[in-house]
């Protein structure tokens, strides 16, 4: 027994075995082999027979020597008696940092998709330790969680990374299983990788730089959902006025309703899944930070030099532009902007208040070396979709004003997120027709009753527009730390 523990103790330090009995036999070997060396080199130097006394001995030490391998590889490299306390090699891996993967992977092993999930758990202690190992029961890792209390209970926020042949309908039944109800998923991507709080001080510092972005942050902050930005104005065809909802804002399951900074209302509506306080609180919190800061736009502008060698400059505009953008209408023909208005000439000047509203869009101009306005190119926030509209003045048409336009504003709308933009105008312009095509993009037309609608789908942003509202917002960032 006592020889057992000495050889498992040794073994288990790493150590090899060794038995008194092997190193008698070698001992012994070596011995003989040396008494037989000396005996046949007195034979050889006394006896008659000396060569061949010499060619016996020589077989003998090969024998010798044979045998002394044989024995060491046979007790040196046999497999472990039960003696000798040797453990079996683990059948399990380990924990700790391993560089290799699991040995056994399993169907979908190294592909992994992005889930949000939202679903609603009973406010009481082991409910989210029940829908977690639901979780882990389907391999799904939780990389994020966010809670929203409620009255009567709380709404959990997910961000989930499963195996890649793992359904969102299995994940909804598992959680189902757990006690999760109403239970909301679609599929992320790698923003959404990115915590809440970084988040939401990233989008305030989009909306302290330009009051164009808090449609687009709340856009963001909320997920998909229809914004909608509506003049102050009294009630009228069923629209809220600004005298209907409150300073601190309304919320109604899936609407809420907030006052805007310059008086108006800013409907906001998630009809596939309510909003909850938490929500509507940062969504509150966010255009009380856009009324503090008052109207702005980022300063920035850029040179260009057209074809024929005339220099212009392309910057934001907003309302501070009225007056020369009504300049601009004065010296532009009904033609023009029949066009760009479709309907009568003489109501045009009233749409421009609008038009410039950071509000409602972002409004590039066009200005020559004498600081005359020329161009005014709109991207229009229009709930879900997004359109664009250009108007060139006359004597300024055809010398790619427009497509430098368009390409900025397609940019702009790329970044923001949109899915396409639209275009109103009429089959006969066939400027806007070309600079739509221009982009590079598939174009959708639709006509009806003479007007023409040219939808682009965003599905590759143009580079040169790519590249303009980029430096744009270089731009933008160096007058602001001016």
């Not at 174009?443 to 040219?454: A, S």
Request: net charge negative; glycine share 10%.
């Amino acid at each position: 027994m006592t020889r057992k523990v000495t050889d498992v103790t040794r073994t288990k330090n790493g150590r090899p075995v060794h038995h008194w009995r092997r190193d008698v036999v070698e001992l012994a070997a070596l011995f003989t082999a040396v008494a037989v060396a000396d005996a046949v080199a007195n034979l050889v130097g006394h006896g008659p027979d000396g060569p061949e006394l010499l060619l016996v001995s020589a077989i003998v030490l090969i024998a010798t020597a044979g045998f002394h391998t044989w024995w060491a590889r046979r007790h040196g490299h046999a497999p472990p008696t039960g003696d000798t306390g040797a453990r079996p090699l683990p059948t399990q891996q380990q924990a700790g940092p391993s560089d290799q993967g699991s040995a056994t992977p399993g169907p979908g092993a190294g592909e992994s998709t992005l889930w949000r999930m939202r679903t609603t758990v009973k406010d009481e202690p082991g409910s989210l330790a029940a829908l977690c190992t639901a979780l882990a029961g389907q391999r799904v890792d939780i990389l994020s969680l966010q809670t929203h209390p409620l009255a009567d209970g709380t709404v959990d926020e997910f961000l989930l990374r499963a195996p890649g042949d793992l359904a969102g309908g299995e994940i909804t039944r598992a959680v189902a299983v757990a006690g999760g109800s109403d239970t909301w998923i679609e599929r992320a991507d790698a923003h959404d990788l990115v915590d809440a709080p970084t988040r939401v001080l990233g989008l305030a510092a989009r909306t302290a730089l330009d009051a164009a972005e808090l449609p687009l942050a709340l856009r963001q902050l909320l997920g998909r959902c229809t914004i909608r930005s509506l003049p102050a104005r009294p009630v009228a065809g069923g629209a809220p006025g600004p005298e209907a909802v409150p300073v601190e804002g309304v919320l109604e399951d899936t609407v809420m309703r907030l006052r805007a900074p310059e008086g108006g209302v800013i409907t906001v509506e998630r009809p596939y899944l309510p909003f909850t306080p938490t929500e509507f609180a940062r969504a509150r919190a966010l255009v009380e930070l856009d009324a503090r800061l008052g109207p702005r736009v980022p300063r920035s502008q850029d040179v260009l030099t057209l074809p024929e060698g005339s220099d212009i400059t392309v910057r934001r505009a907003d309302v501070d532009d009225l007056q020369a953008a009504k300049a601009m209408h004065e010296r532009c023909s009904q033609r023009t902007l029949g066009m760009r208005y479709h309907g009568p000439v003489g109501d045009a000047d009233r749409y421009l208040n609008h038009l410039l509203s950071p509000r409602f869009g972002r409004t590039l101009a066009v200005q020559t070396a004498s600081g005359r306005v020329v161009g005014l190119g709109h991207l229009l926030w229009d709930g879900d979709e997004t359109e664009v509209a250009l108007l060139i003045e006359d004597a300024w048409q055809r010398r790619g004003i427009g497509g430098e336009l368009l390409g900025r504003l397609v940019a702009m709308a790329v970044e923001a997120g949109c899915a396409s933009v639209y275009a109103v105008t009429q089959s006969s312009n066939t400027g806007m027709v070309a600079a739509m095509r221009g982009l590079g993009l598939p174009l959708d037309y639709q006509i009806e009753e003479g007007t023409l609608v040219i939808t682009a789908r965003l599905d590759v942003a143009p580079v040169a527009g790519r590249a303009a509202y980029e430096r744009e917002r270089e731009l933008s960032e160096e007058s602001v730390r001016d």
